[in-house]
């Protein structure tokens, strides 16, 4: 038996076979966000709104280095949409790039500075909220004024740890090598702004304003057409002066300029005026009746007419060059042009007036308001 288990002993160890080689570990290579997306781009979009366009432009070096060179994400300005696009590259390396990017830059258009929000490329666990002041507790007028210089105040005193804190975040930016020229995004004329719509206005002219509009449009089509950009022409079916913008119209808000120019001469004023209306900002129109401050009918109506003028007009004369503004008394309706605070000022001495003081005591009132005025500016 001895013999016959050595035998199988021995088939036994020629069956099991020696095993030299070893086999090494297997190393794969993280999926790139190009592999892991299938080969598929990934967009973002985030829109510019109005007031956060002037900053774009300025900081746009800001934003377009750290994302295009350290994120390895595409990003450009679509003027035509006015959105921020972005997009994978075959080299991003990690998909999660591309929605930090989105948040860096809609951080920005809230109103947040670039060194600020920055840090969410660069720290994880940061998010932006959101929420309103009527959120919390319902204010109106004052009460929602004092709120928000509260708020402000808050954010003015912790500037000091802001420093700080901005220069912590600066060491941990590294260098960067490449300089990118800076974009120039060419402003957006009118004709882009409507998207290739023609933009119109149409003013109504009155019985008694005919003939004047006759003697003065070449005083009032030269600044229009010329130096606004706004096509303009008189439509004597309908005894309305139409406008609308063109392709070179430099920007949209000239056609309602020129529109409260035509309407100013309509209204009374002479095109030497109103033409300030076009050349300056912060210039309106206010009218008002007399029969809106007091009700007065017969002689009393004809009399207070004659207050506000004056002899030969001296009163008005005297209110317009102390105001700095031009009024125009049409039977009943009163016209005023000049900025917010001087039609303040002459409607409230047209009032009184209107209410019976004499133009004497208007006089004094208006060289003291005149020279607290002159003060403050």
């Not at 590259?89 to 929000?117: E, Y």
């Not at 079916?237 to 035509?262: G, H, Y």
């Not at 042009?337 to 409230?348: M, P, Q, T, W």
Request: charged share 30%; with cysteine.
């Amino acid at each position: 038996m001895d013999s016959n288990k050595g035998a199988a002993s021995m088939e036994v160890e020629e069956t099991v076979p020696a095993v030299a080689k070893v086999v090494s570990k297997p190393n794969f290579k993280p999926l790139t966000a190009h592999e892991i997306s299938d080969g598929q781009v990934q967009f973002r979009k985030i829109s510019v709104p109005n007031h956060r366009f002037t900053p774009l432009k300025k900081a746009w070096m800001d934003i377009y280095t750290p994302i295009y060179d350290q994120m390895k994400v595409d990003i450009r300005m679509n003027t035509k949409t006015r959105k921020v696009e972005m997009m994978t590259r075959r080299d991003t390396p990690d998909i999660s790039n591309l929605q930090k990017c989105a948040d860096f830059v809609h951080a920005f258009m809230l109103g947040f500075d670039v060194i600020d929000a920055v840090a969410l490329l660069r720290m994880d666990e940061l998010y932006v909220d959101s929420f309103e002041i009527k959120d919390v507790k319902t204010l109106k007028g004052e009460h929602l004024s004092r709120a928000i210089g509260r708020t402000l105040l808050s954010n003015y005193i912790m500037d000091s740890n802001k420093g700080a804190a901005s220069m912590e975040v600066e060491e941990t930016v590294p260098a960067v090598a490449k300089v990118v020229s800076k974009p120039n995004f060419k402003p957006l004329t009118a004709h882009e702004i409507s998207d290739g719509q023609v933009q119109f206005r149409k003013i109504s002219v009155p019985n008694h304003r005919f003939t004047p509009l006759k003697k003065a449009w070449m005083d009032i089509y030269t600044p229009i057409y010329d130096q606004m950009k706004v096509d303009i022409r008189m439509n004597t079916k309908t005894r309305k002066v139409e406008m609308m913008t063109r392709r070179d119209t430099p920007d949209i808000s000239n056609l309602q300029k020129c529109a409260d120019f035509v309407h100013a001469f309509m209204l009374g004023f002479d095109v030497i005026d109103a033409v300030a209306l076009l050349r300056m900002d912060e210039l309106y129109v206010d009218s008002f009746e007399i029969k809106d401050v007091k009700t007065l009918k017969g002689e009393h109506l004809s009399r207070a007419i004659g207050r506000l003028s004056g002899k030969g007009g001296k009163t008005k004369f005297a209110i317009e060059n102390s105001t700095k503004t031009r009024i125009v008394i049409a039977d009943t309706k009163i016209h005023i042009l000049g900025s917010f605070a001087n039609i303040k000022v002459a409607r409230d001495s047209l009032c009184s007036l209107i209410m019976g003081s004499p133009a004497g005591k208007v006089y004094s009132k208006l060289r003291a308001v005149t020279a607290r005025l002159a003060e403050r500016f």
